[in-house]
């Protein structure tokens, strides 16, 4: 599995780049080809989808993309390609935001995404995204498992955003759950 490739963009087509990594050149598909620039070094987040007779590598510029397609991907009925559609179309805040607002028609604007699609996107995703406001930084995978501990403990989102911020986050995820129920319980 990738978390990322370094390297530079040696292609650019309407579908993928592909990225020269010593020697090596990665087709990696991403959501805007266009969005990067031929000869020039990148960090591309990348995701590598794995399916019977499928092997892809997906990249994103930013790590909030790469996170926001898995989570679009993880719901019944949305595969890469309509997530790449909708990252394509739209930034991820505001993807956020259409989610956790319930905004049916927004996510009906992208191309394959219909009716049935958006709400079963609003179904699985509302109120289990955090790329807004203070959390538009690259999400925490420690904090993110801590958040979904207290969230099964009967916390909810709003409550735990204060004191996910005072959480040291070098300590393991069974500490740092501990020291959120303190600062809860004050």
């Not at 070094?41 to 790469?66: A, M, N, P, S, T």
């Not at 009925?77 to 028609?105: E, F, R, T, W």
């Not at 406001?133 to 099964?152: C, E, F, H, I, R």
Request: charged fraction near 25%; charge should be neutral; glycine fraction near 8%.
């Amino acid at each position: 599995m990738y978390g990322y490739i370094c390297g530079k963009v040696v292609k650019i087509t309407p579908k993928y780049i592909i990225c020269d990594n010593n020697g090596i050149g990665y087709l990696i598909i991403v959501p805007n080809p266009y969005n990067f620039i031929l000869n020039q070094d990148y960090k591309i987040y990348v995701h590598q989808y794995v399916k019977e007779d499928v092997l892809d590598l997906y990249g994103f510029k930013e790590d909030e993309e790469k996170e926001m397609f898995l989570k679009l991907i993880s719901v019944s009925g949305i595969g890469p390609k309509s997530a790449l559609s909708i990252l394509a179309s739209a930034s991820v805040s505001d993807i956020a935001k259409a989610i956790d607002n319930g905004n049916d028609a927004y996510l009906k604007k992208f191309p394959g995404i219909g009716s049935k699609a958006s709400q079963q996107i609003i179904l699985d995703l509302k109120g289990k995204l955090n790329f807004d406001g203070v959390n538009s930084m690259a999400p925490n995978s420690k904090l993110d498992d801590v958040s979904d501990a207290l969230v099964a403990l009967g916390y909810n989102k709003k409550e735990l955003t204060k004191v996910l911020a005072k959480l040291d986050a070098t300590k393991e995820v069974g500490e740092l759950v501990k020291d959120a129920l303190r600062l809860l319980v004050k």
